[in-house]
């Protein structure tokens, strides 16, 4: 096991789409690499004793839209809530969860 990979956290990540409608997979940007996910709870992993930035954003082939921008720092809660907007349009919120 290489130094860089004992040195590492996690956090969890838990995403929410609305109740109505039909919504595309979220897209999850942790420190610059892109991960396609589906909705529900995920841990990621993230290096140790630096913030760690993170943007989701909902692609359906025509416009990103349901963006949201934050950063994960070590003193930090380790749960956190993303949910879509209502409509295909406009951001989505986080929250950090206790």
């Known amino acids: ?3 860089a990979a004992a040195s590492t956290r996690r956090f969890e990540l838990t995403l ?5 409608g039909w919504f595309p997979k979220p897209t999850v940007v942790v420190n610059g690499q ?10 990621w992993k993230v ?3 630096i913030p760690a930035n993170v943007n989701i954003f909902l692609y359906n082939r025509m ?7 934050f ?3 070590a003193n930090d809660g380790q749960k956190f ?3 879509a907007p209502w409509l295909p349009l406009g951001p989505g919120k986080i929250r950090c969860i206790p």
């Open 63 to 69: 416009w990103k839209f349901g963006g949201v921008e």
């Open 81 to 83: 809530l993303y949910r």
């Open 47 to 49: 290096p140790e004793g």
């Open 71 to 73: 950063t994960v720092d």
């Open 1 to 3: 096991m290489t130094p």
């Open 34 to 43: 892109a991960q396609p996910t589906q909705w529900g709870t995920r841990n």
């Open 16 to 20: 929410h789409k609305p109740l109505l």
